[in-house]
Each structure stands twice: as structure tokens, then as C-alpha cells.
């Protein structure tokens, strides 16, 4: 039954309008718009930024997931933050405008999620957050600023652990005319329902063995010694422990080609989910500074190094499946060496279980968007 049908048989349709923008926000989108799809009473208008915009940063994933084609394609991307996000504040007021949206819904905490946020709190329209609550508790981190500000303006609050929650109501939450609720991680939900699907990348030829590492945080790669010392590290594990496979980040290929410096790797350019899942079901260790390959690592039994010195996750250090190691080469050497072919178990369904995004859309019809 299309939007029209609906309306005609006197459904009432919340308008929901998706900011979307960076890799990993199609990941978790693909999750909830497929929910979305199959709800009553909703209907979602689909925005991307244009933040990330390679076809093996963007399209790929809107072809491999399955993910409606943007109703409004916006083409921001590069300078800084404030003028990126200034741009895409711009942008997404005038869809706002045009489109009437019940409800704005953004997630995670990119630029996008920002702009996206402010965007419809100064029209008016509410504003859900997927992934609210997280914190690093370090504000030089630009996805920490983006996270605090996005909440502040968020009526629907849906916090993937409970650490999140415990987050918010610390900040007094709880006491504020808003809903906190503690949903679970849809990256879970996306993890389980596109396993089966994981494809060798075909450039990868040994299926076991290796280290899958990325590396494309602000604090790591715009650090000159700390990108040089984890570069050293990475160069480090491929002589001398095991292969190392570095899907590489445009950031990061950017910025350690201007520093000199050189990934004497297995250096692949970004690969698709389908790639990203299979490299995570046959790697013997994952070492990353990504918010969402922690947990990746996690849904795969995985082990996990961790180069940053703070992490939103917190629930996997205290598993023991996660080891923070910051940017120094001995440290990340020595907990590769120990983690390596490390096996780790999910034993209490930290992350939810899977139905992140059903629990969401039904709170979203609920609150007719
Ligand atoms: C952004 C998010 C970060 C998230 C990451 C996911 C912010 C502040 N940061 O970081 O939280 O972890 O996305 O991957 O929003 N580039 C390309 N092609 C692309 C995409 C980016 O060349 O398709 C280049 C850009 O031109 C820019 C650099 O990579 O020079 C960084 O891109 P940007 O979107 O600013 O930040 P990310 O590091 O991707
Ligand atoms: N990912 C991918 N291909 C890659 C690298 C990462 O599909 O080459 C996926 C990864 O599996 C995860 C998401 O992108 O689902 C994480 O995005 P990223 O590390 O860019 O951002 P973060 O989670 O740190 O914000």
C-alpha cells in the first residue's frame, strides 16, 4: 500500500524526514527504513548530505543494503567543520521548509547529525537521535561536540546501551520533557541481518590469519605523531606477526601521503559492507579507532585493539573483548601480540539482540513520527 492508499483509507501518516550522510550512517539506516517500509502510519523522506560521497564510501552501501535512493541529495562535503555543518544547516532548513516533515530523525554524531538537529529544532519539528547518550567525555573529539549538542535538542532519545542511558540521566535527562529509552544497537541489527551475505573483497587472497585494522579518527590521523606512530605500529605487525589488511579511509590516505609517511601494508581501498563482514568473520584480530568496527569485532568474536585513548563502548572493556591502547607503537604491539586469534563471546547480549530498529519505528508510529 503506497503513502496515497494509506492517506485515502484515513491512516494518519507521520512525515519523517532521515538526515543522512557518512558511512556509517547508510549502515544503520538501512536497518530502520526497511522497518519504516513495512510500518503503517509512517512515511520517510530521505536526505543525504552529501558528507561522504566516493561511490565505495556512499553508493555501495544504498546498492548492497537496499536503501531507497535519497528523495533529497544534497553535495556538502570537505572544509571545516563549522563551515561544513554551516552548509548543510543551510541546506537542510530549506528541505524542512519544503518538505513539512512531522519529525526530523538523525543519527549517530557526524557533522550531518548536527546540522541535521539544528536544522529542525529552530523550525520547530522534533527531533529523534539513533545512538544518543554516547560519550567519550572528551570534547576536543568533533563527534563529541556534535553527540552533546544533538541531545541537548532531541525530544526522542534512543540510547543503544545502558551506559548511555546512565550518561543522560547524569546529565539530567531523566528530570526533562524528553524520552529516554534504551533500545539496543541497530548496527546489531544490521550485523545479524546481512551476515549471510558477506562477500571475500577480491583483492584479499589468504582467508585467515590477518589483522583487519582501520584507522580514520580526527584525533589519530590530524596528529602528526600520533598518526606516525601508529603508521610504525602497523608496519611493525605486518613484518613481523601477521598480515595486516587496512582498508584505507580517503582521510587517512590523504593525510599520511602528506606527512611522508608510508603503510608498508595490505592496503585496499574501502570495501563494501558485504566485504567489511566477511573480513571481520575471517580476521584473527581487529585493530581500529572506528566507533562502529569495535563493536563489529565484538558481533564477530572478534578481539579488539583499540588505538584511542577513550571510547564510547565501554561496556566491551569491561567484557575483556576490547583493550584501549591510544596512538604509542609498543602498546598497540604488544596487545595485538596478546589479543591475536583471541576468541570473544557475547554472552549477554549487550547491544540488544537485533531489534534496535523494530523497537524503534514502533515507538515512531506511536508518537505519529
Ligand atoms: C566522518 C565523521 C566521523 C565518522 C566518519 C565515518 C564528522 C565530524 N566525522 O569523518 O565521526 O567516524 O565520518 O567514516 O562528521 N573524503 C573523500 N571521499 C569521501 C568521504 C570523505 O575523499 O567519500 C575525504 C573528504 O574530502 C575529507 C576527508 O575525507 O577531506 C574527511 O571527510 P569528513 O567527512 O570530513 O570526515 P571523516 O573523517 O570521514
Ligand atoms: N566499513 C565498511 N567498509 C570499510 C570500512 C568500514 O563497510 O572499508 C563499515 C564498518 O563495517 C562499520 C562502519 O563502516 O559498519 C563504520 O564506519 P566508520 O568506521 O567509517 O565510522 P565510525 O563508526 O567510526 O563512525
Redesign the pocket.
Known sequence: MNYIDRFEEGFFMGKILSIIG???QFIKASVVSRRIQEAIGIQEIMLHTG????AN??DIFFNQLNIPRPDIQLDI??GN?GA?TGRMLVEIEKAIIEYKPDRVLVY??????LAGALAAVKQHVPVAHIEAGLRSFNVKM??EI?RILTDQVSDLLFCPTDTAVKNLEGEGFLQKPVRVLQVGDVMQDAALLFSEKATAPKMINSATGFILATL???EN?DDPERLASIVNALNLLHSELAPVVLPL???TR?LVAAQGLELKVHLIDPVGYFEMIWLLNHCDLVLTD??GVQKEAFFFGKACVTMRDQTEWVELIDAGANQLVGADTQDILSAASSHLGRQVQDINKLYGGGEAAERIVDVLVKANA
Open positions: 557518512a558511512r556509517p558528507q561522504h560521497f566516493d564510501m556512499s562535503h570537505g567543520h561544513m549517530g554524531d557526524t557533522n550531518s547529525t568533533p563527534e556534535n580514520h579518527r580526527a590521523t579511509h580517503p582521510r590523504k572506528s566507533g
